[in-house]
């Protein structure tokens, strides 16, 4: 007679691929999360970068700078106004004419000190501040 031999996994090998995979999403996860904070930053920046542009074409148009993001739509400077960051929080923005700064709050949400130099331990919490076209505050690299 011929013993019959029983195929499929045991459960200790289960659990083991199942650690696997817990350890392999812990170091993976942290990392895509930071990634797609990392393309919001850059993505804010690229916005806040075109309204600049738009502001200094209309700067030189008019001889002043807009009195508010909406004046930049009318005309030829921008298509589609972007008024909030990629966060979804909105851009803040101040001008008296001859001068402007316009900010991002960052991840956060909230108005925060001078960002730190590099940025490390909360590095898309910290504002970012663009003044008469400059970024004066900004993640670097």
Known sequence: MRRQTEQGFSLIELLIVVGIIGIIAAITLPLLM????????????GDMHTLVIANGTYKVDLQE???????????E???VLVSDDAWGNPFGYNTDGDT????SLG?????????????VNQPF?????????M???????
């Open 125 to 133: 919490d910290p504002d970012i501040i663009v003044i008469n076209g």
């Open 65 to 75: 700078y807009a009195p508010a993001l909406v004046n930049l739509v009318s005309g």
């Open 34 to 45: 930071d990634s797609i904070d990392r393309s919001k930053q850059r993505r804010t920046m």
């Open 100 to 103: 402007y700064d316009l900010t």
């Open 107 to 119: 991840r956060d949400g909230a108005t925060g000190p001078a960002a730190p130099s590099p940025w």
């Open 77 to 79: 400077y921008l298509q």
């Open 135 to 141: 970024f004066t505050q900004a993640p670097g690299g």
